[in-house]
């Protein structure tokens, strides 16, 4: 009785201690620091911060400091990585729709990406 007792009082303290420490979330990618997936990465993490009070804080891995697309889809379904930027064509063999709607090769040439792209707020130069 005495260890039930004790287990309780821990479980109890743990659970008082645990909403007063910051929620870490991990993203990875295997792009490297300075490409721009890397550059929203890390807007993203102030902007979480800076919402969240600092409750919330993103720790990024780029450059593949965690694997591959491979590893990182594999580590996001174990539960040990929050989130990934990866090349979507990788989830052609974890999601059926991707393989059925041959995504991410959707567009038939580069000005239809281009207007699916600019939407109704305006337009982007495309290189090609």
């Given at each position: 009785m005495k260890?039930?007792?004790a287990f309780?009082?821990?479980l109890a303290a743990l659970f008082a201690w645990a909403p007063a420490q910051a929620q870490e979330l991990k993203f990875a990618t295997q792009n490297?620091?300075?490409?721009?997936l890397v550059a929203g990465m890390e807007r993203f993490a102030e902007i979480v911060t800076a919402r969240s009070?600092?409750?919330i804080k993103v720790n990024l891995f780029p450059g593949g400091v965690l694997g591959g697309d491979q590893a990182n889809v594999s580590a996001l379904q174990g539960g040990t990585l929050e989130m990934v930027v990866l090349n979507s064509g990788i989830l052609a063999s974890q999601v059926k729709e991707f393989g059925i709607y041959d995504f991410p090769?959707?567009?038939a040439d580069p000005k239809e990406a281009d207007a699916v792209v600019d939407g109704p707020f305006g337009s982007r130069t495309s290189p090609g």
């Open positions: 260890r039930l007792s309780i009082a821990c490297p620091k300075g490409h721009p009070g600092g409750k090769f959707m567009f």
